[in-house]
């Protein structure tokens, strides 16, 4: 019974993490989307013109959050989702081999102890932290029963 409940308790960390991780690049693609969107709207105001001072100020903020975005977007930022995206792979993919073992009633107690050393071993890897915003999305959408997302975990707690 102990594997049970150690199976469970690493399938909801897994389910998290992976969940955090996409749900960071969905809030980054967001960001920048938009940010392009305003940008380009201030830039056509500036454009039509409606007062020569303001359009002025639209143009210029317009311009300075394209060439903000941009300098965002070099370094650390370049790679940002897809680093993002291959840690949320990478739960997954453990997500899926602890919710197997968990229903399959051949796992062993060596199996679940392989499988809990090897998420140990990536949580301490190196990967991005998840921003808090994602994080909250990310739990929202677990704990809403999305039928996106497999909450196993929690229903053997609900019976």
Excluded at 94 to 121: G, N, P, W
Aim: charged share 30%; proline share 3%.
């Amino acid at each position: 019974m102990k594997e049970k409940e150690l199976l469970r308790k690493l399938g909801e960390e897994t389910l998290y993490s992976a969940k955090g991780h996409f749900k960071a690049c969905d809030l980054r693609r967001q960001l920048i989307t938009y940010t392009i969107w305003i940008c380009a709207v201030l830039n056509v105001v500036g454009i039509i013109g409606i007062h020569p001072v303001a359009d002025k100020w639209f143009s210029a903020v317009g311009l300075f959050g394209t060439i903000a975005l941009l300098i965002w977007n070099e370094g650390e930022g370049k790679n940002y989702r897809a680093k993002h995206k291959e840690a949320a792979e990478k739960y997954l993919a453990l997500h899926k081999e602890i919710r197997s073992c968990y229903f399959l009633s051949d796992c062993d107690k060596t199996q679940v102890e392989e499988l809990s050393k090897t998420v140990i071993q990536f949580d301490q890897s190196e990967k991005p932290e998840i921003p808090s915003y994602a994080r909250k999305w990310a739990k929202r959408a677990i704990e809403s029963k999305d039928p996106e997302t497999d909450n196993w975990f929690l229903k053997e707690i609900e019976q």
